[in-house]
C-alpha cells in the first residue's frame, strides 16, 4: 500500500508527532526543550502555524496544530529541520535526528479537539513510567499555561479549547477536565500499531473529500483510511458477477457448485474492508473462521497467477481505492 497522502486545507487541524530515530533522546536538557519552543514560535511567526497544545517527552513529542494557510508540510519541515540543526550544534553532533516522516492526523475538531488537548496533556503521566506525579509539575507541555500556573507564549492559542469547554472558570475547569483520565474512544483509537490518518467520522470523512476534491482520489481514500464497509463490498460484488446478494452472503446447505462471487467477496472483505476473519464469518454465516481462510487464501492464490484483473480493476474503479 503506498504511504498515506497529507490531507492538508485551509483551517486544518492537526495531531503532529515524531520521535527520535531508534527512539534516541532528543530533549536532553532545559537547552534542548527551550530551542524546540523557539522553533515551534517561528513556525507560528512565519508560516501562521495555530498551535492549540503541545507536549514535549524525552524521545518525542505532540503537537496540536490549526494551518489556516493549508501548509502543514511547509511548518514541519522548518520545525523538524530547524531543530534538527539546533541540536546538533548544541550536541556537537551532525545527521538525522528524528526517524524519518513526521506522523500525523487530521482531526475533526468539533468532535475531538478538547479530547485530543486532553490526551496530549496527558503524556507525562500515562507513561509506563511516569515523569511526574502532578501534570502540573511538568515544565514541558502547554497543560501550565493551559490553567495559568506558567505564563502563556503568544504563540499558544488557548480560547477555542476554552469555549469548547464552556465553564466560566476556565483555568480550573480544564484542569478538572483534565484529570478525569483520557476518554476510551481515544485510547482506543491511538492504540492501533498503526494509527488510522484521520480522527472522525464518516461525515468528517467525505467532508474531507468534498474540501479535496482536487485531490487524486485513490490516494485520498487511503490517506482518510475510508475502508467500504461489508455490505458495501457484497453489493459491488454481486453486482460485478450479476448475482444476488443473497446467493454471496448465505451459505446453501445443498449447493454442490462452487460459488466463486462469494469467495472473491470474502477476499475483498479483508483485503479491501479491513475485516477480521471473525467478522468475515459472522457477514457470511460460516460456522468457524477456518473456512473464511480456505477461502481467501484460494483468491490470493488465484490473483497470482493474474486471474480476477478485471474484478479488482472493477472495485477500485467504485471505491476509488488502491490496495
Known amino acids: 500500500m503506498p ?47 495555530v498551535i492549540h497544545a503541545y507536549c514535549l517527552m524525552t524521545n518525542h513529542y505532540h503537537l496540536l496544530i490549526e494551518t489556516p494557510k493549508a501548509n502543514l508540510s511547509r511548518i514541519m519541515r522548518h520545525i523538524n529541520g530547524v531543530y534538527t ?48 506525579s502532578q501534570l502540573v509539575d511538568y515544565p514541558w507541555s502547554s497543560y ?10 503568544e504563540w499558544l492559542y488557548r480560547d477555542k479549547t476554552y469555549e469548547m469547554l464552556g465553564l466560566r472558570r476556565k483555568y480550573q475547569g480544564y484542569q478538572e477536565y483534565v484529570t478525569q483520565g483520557v476518554d476510551e474512544d481515544i485510547l482506543r483509537f491511538y492504540s492501533k500499531g498503526n494509527i488510522l490518518s484521520v480522527l472522525g467520522d464518516r461525515e468528517f470523512r467525505k467532508a474531507v473529500r468534498e474540501e479535496c476534491e482536487e485531490t487524486d482520489l485513490a490516494k485520498l481514500r487511503v490517506a482518510l483510511q475510508d475502508r467500504p464497509s461489508g455490505k458495501e463490498i457484497v453489493v459491488q460484488v454481486a453486482k460485478i458477477f450479476n448475482v ?39 457477514l457470511f454465516g460460516l460456522g468457524h473462521t477456518g473456512s473464511a481462510s480456505f477461502s481467501i487464501d484460494k483468491i490470493r492464490q488465484e490473483l497470482e497467477r493474474g486471474e480476477w484483473k478485471k474484478e479488482v480493476k472493477k472495485l477500485e474503479k467504485f471505491f476509488y481505492m488502491v490496495k
Open 144 to 153: 501550565p499555561a493551559y490553567i495559568n500556573k506558567s505564563k502563556c507564549p
Open 3 to 49: 504511504r498515506p497522502q497529507r490531507i492538508e486545507y485551509e483551517g486544518a487541524f492537526h495531531h503532529v508527532m515524531n520521535r527520535g530515530r531508534g527512539r534516541r533522546v532528543i530533549f536532553h536538557n532545559d537547552e534542548y526543550f527551550n530551542a524546540f519552543l523557539e522553533t515551534l514560535q517561528e513556525a507560528s511567526q512565519r508560516f501562521d502555524a
Open 85 to 132: 540543526q539546533r541540536h546538533n550544534r548544541i550536541r556537537g553532533t551532525d545527521g538525522p535526528l528524528f526517524r524519518g516522516r513526521f506522523k500525523s492526523v487530521l482531526v475533526d475538531e468539533d468532535a475531538y479537539l478538547l479530547q485530543l488537548s486532553r490526551y496530549i496533556h496527558r503524556n507525562p503521566v500515562e507513561t509506563k513510567k511516569p515523569l511526574v
Open 244 to 282: 444476488s446478494t443473497g446467493s454471496i452472503t448465505k451459505k446453501l446447505k445443498y449447493r454442490r457448485t462452487a460459488n466463486p462471487a462469494r469467495a472473491f467477496a470474502m477476499y475483498v472483505c479483508q483485503e479491501y474492508g479491513n475485516m477480521s476473519l471473525r467478522d468475515i464469518k459472522q
